[in-house]
Protein backbone atom coordinates (compact mmCIF):
# COMPACT_ATOMS: atom_id res chain seq x y z
CA UNK A 1 0.00 0.00 0.00
CA UNK A 2 1.00 3.81 -0.52
CA UNK A 3 -0.06 6.41 1.20
CA UNK A 4 -0.30 10.57 1.30
CA UNK A 5 0.15 12.17 4.84
CA UNK A 6 -1.76 15.09 5.02
CA UNK A 7 -2.17 17.53 8.42
CA UNK A 8 -4.66 19.88 9.47
CA UNK A 9 -3.40 22.39 12.01
CA UNK A 10 -6.56 24.31 13.01
CA UNK A 11 -7.34 26.33 16.25
CA UNK A 12 -8.20 23.39 18.91
CA UNK A 13 -6.90 20.30 17.15
CA UNK A 14 -4.38 18.67 14.67
CA UNK A 15 -5.77 16.08 12.06
CA UNK A 16 -3.67 14.12 10.57
CA UNK A 17 -4.93 11.43 7.86
CA UNK A 18 -3.51 8.68 5.76
CA UNK A 19 -5.05 8.62 2.22
CA UNK A 20 -4.72 5.51 -0.03
CA UNK A 21 -3.97 5.72 -3.34
CA UNK A 22 -7.43 4.98 -4.16
CA UNK A 23 -8.34 8.07 -2.12
CA UNK A 24 -9.78 6.86 1.18
CA UNK A 25 -8.45 7.45 4.37
CA UNK A 26 -6.74 4.63 5.80
CA UNK A 27 -6.23 5.74 9.12
CA UNK A 28 -6.98 9.03 11.10
CA UNK A 29 -5.66 10.99 14.46
CA UNK A 30 -6.20 13.79 16.27
CA UNK A 31 -3.99 15.60 18.88
CA UNK A 32 -6.18 18.32 20.96
CA UNK A 33 -4.55 21.70 21.36
CA UNK A 34 -4.32 24.83 23.72
CA UNK A 35 -5.06 28.65 23.62
CA UNK A 36 -4.17 31.41 26.07
CA UNK A 37 -6.22 34.31 25.99
CA UNK A 38 -5.13 37.50 27.23
CA UNK A 39 -6.41 40.83 28.67
CA UNK A 40 -6.14 42.87 25.67
CA UNK A 41 -7.95 40.53 23.10
CA UNK A 42 -4.28 38.41 22.97
CA UNK A 43 -4.74 35.22 21.62
CA UNK A 44 -1.73 32.61 21.48
CA UNK A 45 -0.36 28.89 20.89
CA UNK A 46 3.18 27.62 21.46
CA UNK A 47 4.38 25.92 18.43
CA UNK A 48 6.00 23.35 20.03
CA UNK A 49 2.95 21.87 20.85
CA UNK A 50 1.47 21.30 16.79
CA UNK A 51 5.31 20.13 16.36
CA UNK A 52 4.46 17.66 20.07
CA UNK A 53 1.02 16.87 18.19
CA UNK A 54 2.78 15.82 14.66
CA UNK A 55 5.10 13.04 16.46
CA UNK A 56 1.99 12.08 18.69
CA UNK A 57 0.10 11.62 15.42
CA UNK A 58 3.07 9.96 13.67
CA UNK A 59 3.93 7.69 16.76
CA UNK A 60 0.13 6.12 16.58
CA UNK A 61 0.83 5.64 12.50
CA UNK A 62 4.36 4.12 13.09
CA UNK A 63 4.12 2.37 16.73
CA UNK A 64 0.68 1.48 16.97
CA UNK A 65 -0.06 0.45 13.46
CA UNK A 66 3.04 -0.62 12.36
CA UNK A 67 2.83 1.25 9.67
CA UNK A 68 5.76 1.40 7.21
CA UNK A 69 6.96 4.83 6.99
CA UNK A 70 8.16 3.75 3.41
CA UNK A 71 4.93 3.74 2.62
CA UNK A 72 4.02 7.34 2.89
CA UNK A 73 4.89 8.66 -0.37
CA UNK A 74 4.38 12.50 0.37
CA UNK A 75 3.12 14.55 3.18
CA UNK A 76 1.36 17.98 2.62
CA UNK A 77 -0.93 20.46 5.46
CA UNK A 78 -3.37 22.71 5.38
CA UNK A 79 -3.70 25.09 8.46
CA UNK A 80 -4.63 28.56 10.29
CA UNK A 81 -3.44 31.32 8.55
CA UNK A 82 -3.36 35.17 9.61
CA UNK A 83 -0.45 33.77 12.72
CA UNK A 84 2.67 35.78 13.24
CA UNK A 85 5.05 32.94 14.01
CA UNK A 86 8.90 34.40 14.37
CA UNK A 87 11.64 31.55 13.31
CA UNK A 88 14.98 32.15 14.93
CA UNK A 89 17.35 29.31 12.71
CA UNK A 90 18.42 26.70 15.01
CA UNK A 91 16.08 27.38 18.31
CA UNK A 92 12.62 26.48 18.75
CA UNK A 93 9.68 28.83 19.03
CA UNK A 94 7.15 28.88 21.49
CA UNK A 95 5.02 31.50 20.58
CA UNK A 96 2.68 32.19 18.11
CA UNK A 97 0.17 35.34 17.78
CA UNK A 98 -3.25 33.60 16.39
CA UNK A 99 -5.44 34.94 13.38
CA UNK A 100 -8.40 36.35 15.61
CA UNK A 101 -5.82 38.02 17.99
CA UNK A 102 -6.71 41.70 17.92
CA UNK A 103 -3.83 43.83 19.97
CA UNK A 104 -2.89 45.41 17.19
CA UNK A 105 -5.38 47.90 16.87
CA UNK A 106 -3.68 51.02 16.99
CA UNK A 107 -1.03 49.87 14.43
CA UNK A 108 -4.09 48.90 11.91
CA UNK A 109 -5.42 52.16 12.36
CA UNK A 110 -2.02 53.37 11.56
CA UNK A 111 -1.62 51.65 8.47
CA UNK A 112 -4.98 52.55 7.20
CA UNK A 113 -3.77 55.72 7.94
CA UNK A 114 -0.46 56.20 6.06
CA UNK A 115 -1.24 53.37 3.07
CA UNK A 116 -4.88 54.40 2.17
CA UNK A 117 -4.60 52.67 -1.26
CA UNK A 118 -2.78 49.66 0.45
CA UNK A 119 -6.28 47.61 0.00
CA UNK A 120 -6.64 47.80 -3.52
CA UNK A 121 -3.54 45.67 -4.09
CA UNK A 122 -3.78 43.42 -1.48
CA UNK A 123 -7.44 42.51 -2.14
CA UNK A 124 -8.60 43.33 1.36
CA UNK A 125 -8.94 45.59 4.26
CA UNK A 126 -6.15 46.28 6.93
CA UNK A 127 -7.57 44.90 10.19
CA UNK A 128 -6.11 44.48 13.65
CA UNK A 129 -5.91 40.58 12.80
CA UNK A 130 -4.19 41.58 10.05
CA UNK A 131 -0.59 40.12 10.19
CA UNK A 132 0.75 43.33 8.62
CA UNK A 133 -0.38 44.89 11.76
CA UNK A 134 0.75 42.35 13.98
CA UNK A 135 4.32 42.81 12.80
CA UNK A 136 3.81 46.52 13.21
CA UNK A 137 2.72 46.18 16.67
CA UNK A 138 5.89 43.38 17.26
CA UNK A 139 8.58 45.97 16.04
CA UNK A 140 7.07 48.76 18.72
CA UNK A 141 6.56 46.82 21.33
CA UNK A 142 8.94 44.11 21.34
CA UNK A 143 11.82 44.92 19.71
CA UNK A 144 14.10 44.72 22.25
CA UNK A 145 13.35 40.76 22.52
CA UNK A 146 14.15 40.60 18.90
CA UNK A 147 17.09 39.69 17.11
CA UNK A 148 18.30 42.35 14.38
CA UNK A 149 16.84 40.06 11.36
CA UNK A 150 14.71 37.29 12.19
CA UNK A 151 12.04 35.05 9.59
CA UNK A 152 8.30 34.98 10.03
CA UNK A 153 5.72 32.73 8.88
CA UNK A 154 2.20 33.18 8.89
CA UNK A 155 0.19 29.74 8.95
CA UNK A 156 0.85 26.94 11.45
CA UNK A 157 1.53 24.24 8.91
CA UNK A 158 4.63 26.83 7.93
CA UNK A 159 6.30 25.94 11.22
CA UNK A 160 5.73 22.11 11.29
CA UNK A 161 7.23 22.49 7.82
CA UNK A 162 10.15 24.42 9.16
CA UNK A 163 10.81 21.79 11.53
CA UNK A 164 10.88 18.70 8.74
CA UNK A 165 12.56 20.33 6.50
CA UNK A 166 14.50 23.86 7.09
CA UNK A 167 12.77 25.18 4.56
CA UNK A 168 10.80 28.69 5.56
CA UNK A 169 8.30 29.13 3.25
CA UNK A 170 4.48 30.08 2.59
CA UNK A 171 1.97 29.57 0.45
CA UNK A 172 -0.44 31.92 -1.67
CA UNK A 173 -3.84 31.36 0.07
CA UNK A 174 -1.73 32.20 3.43
CA UNK A 175 0.11 35.06 2.12
CA UNK A 176 -3.22 36.45 0.72
CA UNK A 177 -4.16 37.05 4.48
CA UNK A 178 -1.06 39.08 5.45
CA UNK A 179 -1.47 42.36 3.91
CA UNK A 180 2.00 41.67 2.61
CA UNK A 181 0.75 40.17 -1.07
CA UNK A 182 -0.15 41.71 -3.82
CA UNK A 183 -3.36 39.65 -4.97
CA UNK A 184 -2.70 40.17 -9.01
CA UNK A 185 0.81 39.31 -9.02
CA UNK A 186 0.89 36.64 -6.17
CA UNK A 187 4.09 38.04 -4.81
CA UNK A 188 5.26 39.87 -2.09
CA UNK A 189 6.05 43.97 -2.06
CA UNK A 190 9.24 44.39 -0.31
CA UNK A 191 9.03 48.06 -0.28
CA UNK A 192 5.90 47.79 2.34
CA UNK A 193 7.98 46.12 4.50
CA UNK A 194 10.22 49.93 4.26
CA UNK A 195 7.89 52.31 4.42
CA UNK A 196 6.50 50.95 7.74
CA UNK A 197 9.95 50.39 8.91
CA UNK A 198 9.69 46.72 9.52
CA UNK A 199 12.26 45.54 7.24
CA UNK A 200 13.59 43.13 9.80
CA UNK A 201 11.48 40.85 9.37
CA UNK A 202 12.53 37.84 6.81
CA UNK A 203 9.37 36.86 4.25
CA UNK A 204 9.03 33.10 3.31
CA UNK A 205 9.65 32.03 -0.25
CA UNK A 206 6.08 32.63 -1.62
CA UNK A 207 4.86 29.40 -3.29
CA UNK A 208 1.98 26.96 -5.03
CA UNK A 209 0.28 24.84 -2.98
CA UNK A 210 1.48 21.95 -5.17
CA UNK A 211 5.12 22.61 -4.88
CA UNK A 212 7.89 20.38 -3.34
CA UNK A 213 9.72 22.57 -0.47
CA UNK A 214 12.30 19.89 0.51
CA UNK A 215 11.97 16.57 1.56
CA UNK A 216 11.92 15.75 5.57
CA UNK A 217 15.61 16.23 6.77
CA UNK A 218 17.53 13.53 9.21
CA UNK A 219 16.51 15.25 12.02
CA UNK A 220 13.13 15.27 10.99
CA UNK A 221 12.68 11.75 10.64
CA UNK A 222 14.31 11.17 13.83
CA UNK A 223 11.48 13.58 15.60
CA UNK A 224 8.52 11.96 13.78
CA UNK A 225 9.79 8.49 12.05
CA UNK A 226 8.77 9.76 8.87
CA UNK A 227 11.09 8.05 6.01
CA UNK A 228 14.30 10.45 5.37
CA UNK A 229 13.96 12.59 2.15
CA UNK A 230 10.47 12.18 2.03
CA UNK A 231 8.85 14.68 -0.15
CA UNK A 232 6.95 17.74 1.59
CA UNK A 233 4.70 19.85 -0.32
CA UNK A 234 3.92 23.80 0.65
CA UNK A 235 0.34 22.96 1.36
CA UNK A 236 -2.43 25.50 1.52
CA UNK A 237 -4.07 27.53 4.14
CA UNK A 238 -6.98 26.20 5.48
CA UNK A 239 -9.25 28.20 3.81
CA UNK A 240 -7.50 27.06 0.28
CA UNK A 241 -7.95 23.26 1.34
CA UNK A 242 -11.27 23.61 2.43
CA UNK A 243 -12.07 24.98 -0.62
CA UNK A 244 -10.39 21.91 -2.63
CA UNK A 245 -12.32 19.71 -0.48
CA UNK A 246 -15.45 21.29 -0.91
CA UNK A 247 -15.18 20.84 -4.47
CA UNK A 248 -15.90 24.62 -4.91
CA UNK A 249 -13.17 24.65 -8.50
CA UNK A 250 -15.41 26.83 -10.51
CA UNK A 251 -16.37 30.03 -10.67
CA UNK A 252 -19.66 31.08 -8.44
CA UNK A 253 -19.36 27.53 -6.51
CA UNK A 254 -19.98 27.90 -2.80
CA UNK A 255 -19.85 25.91 0.51
CA UNK A 256 -19.47 27.05 4.25
CA UNK A 257 -16.60 25.83 6.89
CA UNK A 258 -18.14 25.14 10.12
CA UNK A 259 -14.93 24.64 12.38
CA UNK A 260 -14.01 26.32 15.95
CA UNK A 261 -14.74 29.64 13.38
CA UNK A 262 -15.73 29.14 10.16
CA UNK A 263 -16.58 31.24 6.86
CA UNK A 264 -18.49 31.03 3.86
CA UNK A 265 -16.59 31.16 1.13
CA UNK A 266 -17.31 31.52 -3.32
CA UNK A 267 -15.02 31.07 -6.09
CA UNK A 268 -13.92 34.12 -7.89
CA UNK A 269 -12.02 35.74 -10.47
CA UNK A 270 -13.02 38.74 -8.48
CA UNK A 271 -9.55 40.67 -6.92
CA UNK A 272 -11.54 44.09 -5.52
CA UNK A 273 -11.59 44.80 -2.45
CA UNK A 274 -14.82 44.17 -0.74
CA UNK A 275 -16.99 45.80 2.24
CA UNK A 276 -18.37 44.34 5.35
CA UNK A 277 -15.76 42.05 6.46
CA UNK A 278 -14.80 39.62 2.92
CA UNK A 279 -11.61 39.15 2.22
CA UNK A 280 -10.59 37.98 -0.98
CA UNK A 281 -7.80 35.07 -0.95
CA UNK A 282 -5.71 33.55 -4.22
CA UNK A 283 -7.73 30.12 -4.85
CA UNK A 284 -5.43 26.71 -5.41
CA UNK A 285 -6.71 26.91 -9.18
CA UNK A 286 -4.34 29.55 -10.65
CA UNK A 287 -6.83 31.87 -12.31
CA UNK A 288 -9.28 32.04 -9.41
CA UNK A 289 -9.57 33.62 -5.90
CA UNK A 290 -11.73 32.70 -3.10
CA UNK A 291 -14.53 35.92 -1.76
CA UNK A 292 -14.51 34.33 2.02
CA UNK A 293 -16.31 35.74 4.59
CA UNK A 294 -14.77 34.79 8.24
CA UNK A 295 -16.60 33.82 11.38
CA UNK A 296 -15.18 33.85 14.81
CA UNK A 297 -19.10 32.35 15.98
CA UNK A 298 -19.26 29.43 15.15
CA UNK A 299 -18.31 25.90 16.38
CA UNK A 300 -16.80 27.58 19.75
CA UNK A 301 -20.35 28.99 20.46
CA UNK A 302 -21.69 25.07 19.98
CA UNK A 303 -19.30 24.12 22.62
CA UNK A 304 -19.77 26.92 25.17
CA UNK A 305 -23.38 26.01 24.54
CA UNK A 306 -23.14 22.54 25.54
CA UNK A 307 -20.75 22.85 28.16
CA UNK A 308 -22.66 25.51 29.84
CA UNK A 309 -26.46 24.02 29.53
CA UNK A 310 -25.48 20.24 28.53
CA UNK A 311 -21.92 18.68 29.78
CA UNK A 312 -18.32 19.19 27.60
CA UNK A 313 -18.40 16.76 24.52
CA UNK A 314 -22.09 15.40 25.43
CA UNK A 315 -22.93 16.21 21.73
CA UNK A 316 -25.95 13.29 22.06
CA UNK A 317 -27.14 15.03 24.93
CA UNK A 318 -26.53 18.51 23.28
CA UNK A 319 -28.81 17.18 20.29
CA UNK A 320 -31.80 15.67 22.27
CA UNK A 321 -32.12 19.17 24.43
CA UNK A 322 -32.55 21.07 20.62
CA UNK A 323 -35.00 18.56 19.89
CA UNK A 324 -37.40 19.44 22.82
CA UNK A 325 -37.57 22.56 21.62
CA UNK A 326 -39.62 23.57 18.66
CA UNK A 327 -38.39 25.56 15.59
CA UNK A 328 -38.56 29.36 16.37
CA UNK A 329 -37.51 28.77 20.30
CA UNK A 330 -40.25 29.84 21.90
CA UNK A 331 -39.57 32.78 19.91
CA UNK A 332 -36.16 33.81 21.79
CA UNK A 333 -33.43 34.90 19.78
CA UNK A 334 -29.86 34.56 20.56
CA UNK A 335 -27.09 36.68 18.88
CA UNK A 336 -23.49 34.62 18.93
CA UNK A 337 -21.24 37.35 19.21
CA UNK A 338 -19.40 36.04 22.05
CA UNK A 339 -16.09 36.31 20.61
CA UNK A 340 -16.47 39.54 19.00
CA UNK A 341 -16.99 39.38 15.28
CA UNK A 342 -15.65 40.25 11.93
CA UNK A 343 -18.46 39.66 9.99
CA UNK A 344 -21.34 40.61 8.78
CA UNK A 345 -19.91 43.08 11.39
CA UNK A 346 -16.83 44.29 12.65
CA UNK A 347 -16.74 44.66 15.93
CA UNK A 348 -13.96 42.63 17.91
CA UNK A 349 -16.18 44.31 20.94
CA UNK A 350 -19.05 43.02 20.71
CA UNK A 351 -21.13 40.62 23.00
CA UNK A 352 -23.60 37.60 22.79
CA UNK A 353 -26.89 37.81 23.72
CA UNK A 354 -30.22 36.21 24.30
CA UNK A 355 -33.61 38.52 24.05
CA UNK A 356 -36.80 37.36 24.57
CA UNK A 357 -36.57 35.68 27.53
CA UNK A 358 -40.20 35.15 29.12
CA UNK A 359 -42.06 33.30 31.81
CA UNK A 360 -42.62 30.35 29.65
CA UNK A 361 -38.51 29.88 28.78
CA UNK A 362 -37.04 26.27 28.73
CA UNK A 363 -33.53 25.27 28.71
CA UNK A 364 -34.39 23.99 25.68
CA UNK A 365 -35.48 26.72 24.42
CA UNK A 366 -32.02 28.35 25.03
CA UNK A 367 -29.89 25.94 23.60
CA UNK A 368 -31.66 26.01 20.21
CA UNK A 369 -31.60 29.63 20.16
CA UNK A 370 -27.78 29.39 20.25
CA UNK A 371 -27.86 26.98 17.05
CA UNK A 372 -30.57 29.00 15.30
CA UNK A 373 -28.51 32.29 16.53
CA UNK A 374 -25.11 31.16 14.17
CA UNK A 375 -27.62 30.43 11.43
CA UNK A 376 -29.17 33.06 11.04
CA UNK A 377 -25.61 34.85 11.31
CA UNK A 378 -24.71 32.33 8.56
CA UNK A 379 -27.74 33.00 6.28
CA UNK A 380 -27.44 37.03 6.95
CA UNK A 381 -23.82 36.79 5.53
CA UNK A 382 -24.83 34.75 2.59
CA UNK A 383 -27.32 37.73 1.51
CA UNK A 384 -24.09 39.87 1.67
CA UNK A 385 -22.26 37.48 -0.40
CA UNK A 386 -23.74 35.47 -2.85
CA UNK A 387 -24.81 37.66 -6.05
CA UNK A 388 -27.26 34.84 -7.71
CA UNK A 389 -29.51 32.00 -6.55
CA UNK A 390 -27.63 29.50 -5.38
CA UNK A 391 -29.81 25.54 -5.35
CA UNK A 392 -27.34 23.91 -2.54
CA UNK A 393 -25.01 24.54 0.23
CA UNK A 394 -22.27 22.36 0.55
CA UNK A 395 -21.28 22.28 4.60
CA UNK A 396 -17.96 20.79 5.55
CA UNK A 397 -16.10 20.88 8.72
CA UNK A 398 -16.88 19.24 12.39
CA UNK A 399 -20.43 21.52 12.60
CA UNK A 400 -21.72 19.77 9.54
CA UNK A 401 -21.88 16.17 12.23
CA UNK A 402 -24.73 17.54 13.84
CA UNK A 403 -27.98 16.74 12.67
CA UNK A 404 -30.27 19.27 14.02
CA UNK A 405 -27.21 22.26 13.16
CA UNK A 406 -27.61 21.20 9.45
CA UNK A 407 -31.64 21.03 9.53
CA UNK A 408 -31.50 24.46 11.07
CA UNK A 409 -29.59 26.18 8.59
CA UNK A 410 -31.60 24.71 5.54
CA UNK A 411 -34.94 25.36 7.18
CA UNK A 412 -33.26 28.73 7.91
CA UNK A 413 -31.96 29.57 4.24
CA UNK A 414 -34.71 27.32 2.68
CA UNK A 415 -32.08 25.69 0.58
CA UNK A 416 -31.25 22.35 0.38
CA UNK A 417 -28.25 21.68 2.41
CA UNK A 418 -25.52 18.47 1.20
CA UNK A 419 -22.51 17.36 3.54
CA UNK A 420 -20.42 15.34 2.23
CA UNK A 421 -18.90 11.70 3.74
CA UNK A 422 -15.95 12.55 6.23
CA UNK A 423 -17.27 16.34 6.65
CA UNK A 424 -14.67 17.23 8.88
CA UNK A 425 -11.60 16.17 7.08
CA UNK A 426 -12.13 17.20 3.82
CA UNK A 427 -9.83 20.04 4.31
CA UNK A 428 -7.15 17.33 4.70
CA UNK A 429 -8.72 15.29 1.71
CA UNK A 430 -8.76 18.22 -0.54
CA UNK A 431 -4.96 19.24 0.11
CA UNK A 432 -4.23 15.96 -0.59
CA UNK A 433 -5.12 16.08 -4.05
CA UNK A 434 -2.18 18.40 -4.69
CA UNK A 435 0.10 15.57 -3.53
CA UNK A 436 -2.17 12.92 -5.89
CA UNK A 437 -1.07 15.41 -8.94
CA UNK A 438 2.96 15.82 -7.96
CA UNK A 439 2.99 11.53 -7.60
CA UNK A 440 0.94 11.81 -10.94
CA UNK A 441 -1.36 9.64 -9.54
CA UNK A 442 -3.56 12.04 -11.11
CA UNK A 443 -3.43 14.40 -13.79
CA UNK A 444 -4.95 17.54 -11.51
CA UNK A 445 -6.49 18.38 -8.38
CA UNK A 446 -9.90 18.98 -10.59
CA UNK A 447 -9.24 15.25 -11.37
CA UNK A 448 -9.21 14.48 -8.55
CA UNK A 449 -12.24 16.21 -7.10
CA UNK A 450 -14.70 15.03 -9.81
CA UNK A 451 -13.29 11.71 -9.44
CA UNK A 452 -13.22 11.54 -5.45
CA UNK A 453 -15.16 14.21 -3.93
CA UNK A 454 -18.01 15.11 -5.78
CA UNK A 455 -18.75 11.01 -6.19
CA UNK A 456 -18.92 10.48 -2.51
CA UNK A 457 -21.65 9.65 -0.42
CA UNK A 458 -23.53 12.66 1.26
CA UNK A 459 -26.46 13.00 3.45
CA UNK A 460 -28.67 15.52 2.15
CA UNK A 461 -31.39 18.13 4.56
CA UNK A 462 -34.32 19.98 3.23
CA UNK A 463 -35.75 22.67 4.13
CA UNK A 464 -39.01 21.95 6.00
CA UNK A 465 -42.14 24.07 4.30
CA UNK A 466 -44.04 24.49 7.94
CA UNK A 467 -40.99 26.49 9.05
CA UNK A 468 -40.43 29.16 6.39
CA UNK A 469 -42.81 31.52 8.06
CA UNK A 470 -41.97 31.34 11.38
CA UNK A 471 -37.96 31.83 10.70
CA UNK A 472 -38.69 34.67 7.97
CA UNK A 473 -40.38 36.39 10.96
CA UNK A 474 -37.44 35.75 13.50
CA UNK A 475 -34.79 36.68 10.93
CA UNK A 476 -35.76 40.10 10.69
CA UNK A 477 -36.08 40.88 14.39
CA UNK A 478 -32.16 38.85 14.46
CA UNK A 479 -31.29 41.66 12.22
CA UNK A 480 -32.11 44.43 14.46
CA UNK A 481 -30.46 43.24 17.43
CA UNK A 482 -26.86 43.96 16.99
CA UNK A 483 -27.60 47.90 15.87
CA UNK A 484 -29.90 48.27 18.87
CA UNK A 485 -27.16 47.19 20.86
CA UNK A 486 -24.20 48.75 20.11
CA UNK A 487 -24.44 51.85 22.38
CA UNK A 488 -24.88 49.29 25.30
CA UNK A 489 -21.15 47.15 24.22
CA UNK A 490 -19.86 50.82 24.45
Same mark, same amino acid.
Given at each position: ??????? /? %???????? #????????IYKEHTVNLHTTYGENNEMEQNPEEWWAGIQAITHEWFTVHAIAPE???AITFSGQMEDVILIHEGDNTTRAILYSDNRAHEEALRINRELPELNKLIGNAVSPSSPISKLVWLNKHEMEHLSENVHVVFSAKD?????????IVTDYVTGATTGLMNIKTRTWMPDLLKSLQIENFILPSLLPPEVEVGKVSLKGASRTGF &???? @?? !???????????????????????????????IAVS????? @?? /? *??????? &? #??PDLNISIAPLLNIGNV &??????????? /?????????????? @??SNHLLFLPYLHGERCPIQDSEAKGAFWGIGPETKKSDLVR?? %????????? $??? $???????????? %??????? =??????? %?? /??TNKTVRVP?? *???? @? =??????????? !????????????EYIKSSVSKTYYPTEETKDIYATLYETFVKLYPAMVGVYR
Amino acid at each position: MEYIAAF /D %LGTTAIKG #VLLSREGDIYKEHTVNLHTTYGENNEMEQNPEEWWAGIQAITHEWFTVHAIAPEAIKAITFSGQMEDVILIHEGDNTTRAILYSDNRAHEEALRINRELPELNKLIGNAVSPSSPISKLVWLNKHEMEHLSENVHVVFSAKDYIIYKLTDAIVTDYVTGATTGLMNIKTRTWMPDLLKSLQIENFILPSLLPPEVEVGKVSLKGASRTGF &HIDT @PV !LCGAGDAGASTLGAGAISEGDCYMYLGTTGWIAVSSKDSS @PK /D *SGIFTLA &H #VVPDLNISIAPLLNIGNV &HRWAMETFVEA /DNYAAFEEEVLKSA @PGSNHLLFLPYLHGERCPIQDSEAKGAFWGIGPETKKSDLVRAV %LEGICFSLF $QIT $QMLVQKEIGMIT %LIGGGAK =SASWCQT %LA /DITNKTVRVPAN *SEYL @P =SIGIGSTAFAY !LGWIENSTEFIEEYIKSSVSKTYYPTEETKDIYATLYETFVKLYPAMVGVYR
